[in-house]
């Protein structure tokens, strides 16, 4: 009996990790910022230019209104760069974003951070269009 004890315990733990999964997933439309990272970097002149590439997925259980207007916003510092248009997406559907972020060649590693942030604008941004909102910021440092 003793040694199916640890294997109720691991089944018991499995399976209220299978249920907190299932418990945070939106019943609606939950569009999420899940990466962004450097591609590639150029050199040109005294600048690097850094190619970023970000993902974002619906990880909702219901698609978004085909009306859905939003952006991933770039801010460094607080100041908003740029913006990246970003179409409706179906349940589980993923879009890929591009961004170029130009610093001095010699800047230090890891001293640029930038941060990314999803902004709904139509429909209005309400829980029914974005479940979940605890994933729509994104923040990349390099």
């Known amino acids: ?68 207007l939003q952006f991933v916003d770039i801010f460094e510092n607080g100041i908003k760069l740029d913006e990246r248009g970003i179409p409706p997406l179906k349940v589980g559907q993923s879009y890929t974003f591009t961004y170029i972020s130009s610093r001095s060649r010699q800047a230090g590693k890891g001293t640029t951070k930038l941060a990314f942030q999803l902004d709904v604008r139509h429909p209005s941004p309400t829980k029914a269009q974005d479940c979940n909102r605890a994933n729509d910021r994104y923040t990349l440092r390099f």
């Open 1 to 68: 009996m003793y040694q199916l004890r640890p294997i109720a315990v691991a089944l018991l733990l499995l399976a209220q990790s299978a249920v907190a999964s299932a418990a945070t997933t939106c019943p609606g439309p939950d569009p999420a910022i899940v990466s962004v990272a450097v591609q590639s970097v150029v050199r040109d002149g005294g600048l690097h230019r850094y190619h970023l590439a970000g993902t974002v997925v619906n990880a909702g259980g219901a698609a978004q209104a085909g009306n859905t």
